[in-house]
């Protein structure tokens, strides 16, 4: 029994916050009666918003149940690595919720009109992001065990803004379909930076929790 | 297998105990006494390295396998009482599963969801890791809670097979006492053998 | 050299240090920010352009200043703390981050009070003074999880790698205003180059610079004693 298994049979923290992706990028167009001129600009800042708060749903109960029923306690004292849990259940969250929502993003891209080509890239750019964020939120998770989301949010929120400001760029090369190989080799590079840094941070103060 | 050296801890200006000083082997068990809030749990947690001592140092030598049991119950409620076996013992087989209930009395079905189990038989699905696997050091932090007496001979009896196999244990208990060879009492900073 | 270090491991030794040059430091402090803020409001030269409103940068430059240098400051105490174990390490932390909010607001209200006159408006959302609102969110989140855990271990430890990743973004409000185009004007003096501003209205600026220095350094060695009898309290 593995983190995957383990976050696939806890059904409502992966399917939450995809239903919830799906559910903000269809209403919207809908509840703000936005004329198709207008879309492409409204999906830009709606994609935004939409990956935050997915990222901060997704994250916020990460580590709180096994910090609550002592997993953790367990899983240091046989001397395995958190390190490693955690960089296990990072993958996990990016599988079961970054993925299918960069598919969904695609689709709704697609949908809206705002690319007419770059698939892969489009994809892939927003799996990174939605990725980044998690790692970040993930990370205020961590500092808030026990303390309550709203600690863990104030902490990180500025550990935000240089992925919201490449996120930035990348919306506005995506909608002149000018989304380059190296910009998404940025991506790339800052998400695994994010998966590594945070994963040993988040584990570290994990440790300091238990202390 | 364990030193302690001057072990203290405190929490802000409130210290637990200071100057502790014993040493372990193997094939022993180590009864933790004291009253409330004496410390019992944070020792066993320095010990198995899960806390840091504000001063001293704990020495294990090797690599030995330990496994810490504390009053939290780590069964996840949206696992079946089956998943929540193999988590805890990933080596375990489903025959494993109903030979431990049947040896414990815990007759529940594999497919029913661990939320619906009560305290007690989350704590005996949590102790077949002891029953399970063999561990060279074991920190048991009131292992008898919510037992029923036949358990709590047959969990008696294991931990006497543990030791008898060459393994340390360290166990603290209001209730049940074991006979331990060696008892630390931490209201009074005794090393008694 | 001894001297030196001892009051890094030694909190007594930090005390009596403290009490000793705190009255200079102050003193000085005052003297120098009176002369750039008398020297600045009132016998600078007027702006061709903005008028008497420029005044406000004898306030506002000073305060901008010091609010991202004081996260530095923090920064490398964090640091010390995590890797030296140097004991008043948390402390110096702490109280620069008490300091560093005050002035990061008033360097955002005094910024607010410059904007109606010279742009027509309070508030924009431009990437300077985005960052900096973000800055002073940081402080805060750096007050809150300190004072959210009664561990002092704990809270210690997580602020201190909390401010170390946080320095990120100092360098992004630094370049900000060159890398993005903003309302916000870029830099007028600078250690590397020619000041872009008059001496007349440059010096009465150093002086004020400096003198906010020395009086939030005095301040800071105020606020670590208030903290440390705040310690020893609980």
């Known amino acids: 029994m593995n983190e ?30 936005i004329y198709s001129a207008e879309l492409e600009t409204s999906f830009e800042s709606i994609l935004v918003i939409a990956l935050l708060m997915i990222a901060f749903i ?27 849990l955690v960089m296990e259940k990072f993958c996990a969250y990016y599988f079961m919720v970054s993925l299918p929502i960069s598919l969904a993003a695609l689709a709704f891209a697609l949908a809206n009109g705002v690319i007419k080509d770059n698939y892969l890239l489009t994809a892939s750019g927003v799996f990174f992001v939605n990725t980044i964020f ?8 961590a500092i808030s065990l026990n303390k309550g989301a709203i600690l863990g949010i104030i902490s990180v ?35 695994i930076m994010s998966f590594l840094i945070f994963a040993w941070l988040s584990s570290k103060i994990i440790k300091l929790h238990l202390e | 297998m364990i030193t302690a050296r001057n072990l203290s801890y405190s929490i802000n200006k409130n210290t637990l105990f200071t100057g502790l000083n014993f040493e372990c082997k193997s094939c022993t068990v180590f009864q933790i006494l004291g009253s409330n809030g004496s410390g019992k749990t944070t020792l066993l947690k320095i010990l198995s390295g899960i806390t840091q001592p504000t001063k001293g140092e704990v020495e294990i030598i090797g690599y030995p396998k330990k496994i810490f049991l504390g009053h939290k119950i780590p069964i996840k409620d949206y696992l079946t009482n089956l998943q929540n076996f193999s988590f805890l013992n990933p080596c375990a087989s489903v025959k494993d599963y109903c030979s431990y209930c049947e040896a414990v009395n815990l007759g529940v079905s594999k497919s029913m ?79 008694d053998q | 050299m001894r001297n030196l270090l001892l009051p890094l491991v030694s909190v007594k030794e930090y005390i009596a240090l403290n009490q000793k040059i705190y009255p200079f430091v102050m003193l000085f402090g005052i003297f120098l920010i009176s002369i750039g803020w008398i020297t600045g409001l009132f016998f600078a030269p007027v702006d061709a352009i903005q008028g008497h409103s420029y005044r406000i940068i004898y306030i506002h430059v000073p305060m901008a200043i010091f609010s991202q240098l004081i996260y530095w400051f923090m920064a490398i105490w964090s640091f ?47 990437a300077r003074i985005t960052s ?40 992004i409000i630094k370049k900000s205003v060159d890398w993005w185009s903003t309302l916000h004007q870029p830099a007028s003096i ?25 009086f939030l350094f005095a301040l800071g060695l105020k606020v670590s004693r208030l903290l440390l009898l705040k310690y020893e309290e609980t």
């Open chain 1, 4 to 33: 995957f298994q383990k976050l696939f049979y806890k059904t409502r923290n992966w399917l939450g916050p995809n239903l919830i992706f799906v559910m903000v990028m269809i209403a919207f167009p809908l509840s703000l009666n």
């Open chain 1, 58 to 84: 997704s994250s916020e109960g990460i580590f709180n149940e096994d910090f609550l029923d002592g997993s953790f306690e367990m899983f240091i004292s046989e001397g395995r690595s958190l390190f490693q």
């Open chain 1, 134 to 141: 998690t790692s970040i939120f993930a990370f205020g998770s």
């Open chain 1, 157 to 191: 929120l500025p550990f935000s803004m240089p992925a919201v400001i490449v996120f930035g760029r990348f919306l506005d090369n995506l909608s002149v379909s000018n989304i380059s190989f190296s910009f998404l080799e940025l991506l790339a590079g800052l998400s």
């Open chain 2, 113 to 191: 969801y661990s939320s619906n189990l009560s305290f007690g038989q989350k704590k005996k699905l949590l102790l077949s890791k002891i029953f399970q696997q063999s561990f060279d050091i074991l920190f048991l932090d009131e292992p008898f809670v919510g037992l029923d007496k036949k358990t709590i001979n047959l969990v008696k009896d294991r931990i006497i097979q543990l030791k008898q196999n060459g393994a340390l244990v360290f166990i603290t208990s209001h209730q049940e006492t074991i006979d331990g060879d060696v008892v630390i009492d931490l209201d009074t900073r005794l090393i």
């Open chain 3, 80 to 126: 010390s703390f995590l890797v030296w174990k140097i004991k008043i390490g948390p402390l110096m932390t702490i109280s620069a981050a008490y300091i560093g909010c005050m002035v990061t607001f008033i360097a955002l209200f005094s910024g607010s009070i410059w904007g109606i006159p010279t742009w027509g408006t309070w508030w924009q959302w431009d």
């Open chain 3, 132 to 171: 900096t609102f973000i800055l002073f969110i940081m402080y805060v989140a750096l007050l809150t999880v300190n004072g959210s855990f009664q561990n002092t271990y704990k809270a210690d430890q997580i602020t201190a790698w909390i401010t170390l990743i946080g320095v990120i973004n100092i360098p």
């Open chain 3, 190 to 214: 600078s250690l590397a180059s020619e000041s872009s501003i008059d001496l007349s209205m440059l010096i009465p600026l150093v002086i004020s610079i400096l003198g906010l220095g020395l």
